[in-house]
């Protein structure tokens, strides 16, 4: 089955449109404004609700979470859950690839001078280096524009595109990211995944009838065989 970039952009034209549209905003913060400004604004806007929460929100861009995801979906088709599991492993190869060659020192580090009035969340423990790209927010965005894909309705896309900016911006609220990572990283989860998608769900053996079954299917039918 022959698939081009163009097929998959269509499948995620919500979440594309408005990403892109995201993107530009955050280009023309970035210009305008310093590293220093954009980090204090965000760490400013803190309060006991959203230290409470953050950290439950950061989790949503863990690798375990995309882990237990795709095995949900292998229960039900084994092609989005390769496509799931596959897109995470080569966009956080890449990521951690970048984090290597950079070796970018965190807020705690950069800011260690004036780290007395920096707002940090209760039981966090604060990274110090590999700063850049923010490896939470490459498998968010990631795992968010797969599941748009994959999804019948596309408008799914929308709150998709929210829960990962979400994680983003709770990788800078918790001060363990710059607003760059953020930024490089849901470019990074986007861009490559798009590739991704367009090289391996246009393989041949993906859409055979094996493929978009799932292993309850499968179970379910090897019952019926041998009764």
């Not at 979440?15 to 305008?32: E, N, Q, R, T, V």
């Not at 237990?68 to 092609?79: E, K, M, T, V």
């Not at 923010?134 to 896309?157: I, P, Q």
């Not at 929308?158 to 849901?186: K, Q």
Request: glycine content about 6%; proline content about 3%; charged content about 15%.
């Amino acid at each position: 089955m022959k698939i081009g970039i163009k097929d998959v952009l269509h499948k995620i034209r919500p979440f594309f449109i408005l990403y892109l549209i995201l993107l530009a905003c955050c280009l023309i913060i970035k210009l305008i404004y310093s590293r220093e400004t954009v980090f204090f604004a965000v760490n400013g806007w803190n309060s006991p609700w959203a230290d409470a929460i953050e950290p439950h929100v950061t989790d949503l861009g863990d690798g375990s979470t995309i882990i237990i995801l795709s095995i949900i979906l292998l229960l039900f088709n084994y092609r989005g859950s390769l496509l799931l599991i596959s897109s995470y492993a080569v966009t956080s190869l890449l990521a951690q690839v970048l984090k290597y060659i950079y070796i970018a020192p965190r807020p705690r580090i950069y800011f260690s001078s004036e780290w007395a009035k920096v707002h940090v969340v209760e039981g966090v423990y604060i990274l110090e280096k590999y700063s850049f790209p923010s490896g939470h927010t490459v498998t968010a965005f990631s795992a968010a524009l797969v599941c748009t894909y994959l999804c019948k309705n596309k408008g799914w896309g929308i709150p998709a595109l929210f829960v990962a900016i979400m994680v983003g911006y709770s990788r800078m609220y918790l001060t363990e990211h710059f607003f760059e990572d953020v930024l490089a990283g849901s470019a990074i989860g986007v861009f490559v995944t798009i590739f991704w998608l367009t090289w391996l769900d246009g393989k041949r053996f993906i859409h055979t009838a094996g493929w978009n079954r799932g292993l309850l299917d499968t179970l379910f039918k090897k019952r019926m065989a041998a009764n």
